[in-house]
């Protein structure tokens, strides 16, 4: 496994602001995800990051909302750009670890609520 | 693409029952499940995980269970305690392919004591 640091671990923030959520992990890994978690909803992916390269979205999201940095092999941050009550949501930013791309790893996440 | 569907939704046992969780998913192809439990205020942690190959998979007190032609697989924990109170998520994705981890939308697990 890795031990995956998230900050902040949660921000209460004012409409049309941005956040920035770091993610640092104790080892290289190749692949980090982040992930949005809506009140009592299920895991969405964002968007892959990968080291030296632009962020893969998923569909739904987009870069001039959600902007990620993938600097290194242990670091990433996603951007909450513009922000309304409806980003108000838990942020995950998870890790692959071994072959293939099935066993993630997940920080403890950001508490974003949107005023 | 692949949907993952987990029922119940919220389930309540007593301190020592057995508790199951089931998963249905919809792509054939899906050869990997795994399991993840989230505390209040904690990220999914990785318990558990099954690939396509393989019926059943057990750690101590948890098991998975893999039906590949019905396209379901399940989660059982027995002897449960108080702090197996979480929520869990089932996942399915084709393992290599590049496709993403698709979740369930999570079961709320409550033990009494």
């Known amino acids: 496994s890795a031990v995956i640091s998230q900050k902040p671990s949660r921000d209460i923030c004012q409409r049309g602001t941005s956040l920035t959520i770091q993610c640092q992990v104790d080892?290289?890994?190749?692949?980090m995800f982040w992930y949005r978690q809506q009140p009592g909803q299920s895991l969405t992916l964002i968007a892959t990051a990968n080291q030296g390269s632009e962020a893969t979205y998923e569909s739904g999201f987009v870069i001039d909302k959600f902007p990620i940095s993938r600097p290194n092999l242990t670091f990433s941050t996603l951007t909450v750009s513009n922000m309304s009550p409806e980003d108000s949501s838990i942020y995950l930013c998870?890790?692959?670890?071994?072959?293939?791309?099935?066993?993630?790893?997940f920080g403890s996440g950001t508490q974003l609520s949107v005023l | 693409g692949e949907n993952v569907e987990q029922h119940p939704s919220t389930l309540s046992v007593q301190e020592g029952d057995s508790a199951v969780i089931k998963c249905t998913y919809s792509d054939s192809a899906s050869n990997y499940f795994p399991w993840y439990k989230q505390e209040l205020g904690k990220g999914p942690q990785l318990i558990i995980d099954?690939?396509?190959?393989?019926g059943e998979k057990k750690d101590q007190r948890i098991a998975v269970t893999l039906n590949k032609t019905a396209k379901h697989f399940s989660l059982h924990i027995t002897e449960t305690q108080p702090e197996d109170s979480a929520v869990y998520f089932c996942a399915a994705t084709t393992s290599g392919a590049g496709t993403a981890l698709i979740f369930g939308k999570g079961t709320t697990l409550s033990v009494s004591s």
């Open positions: 080892s290289q890994v190749t692949m």
């Open positions: 998870s890790v692959e670890i071994g072959t293939g791309r099935e066993k993630l790893f």
């Open positions: 099954i690939r396509s190959n393989v």
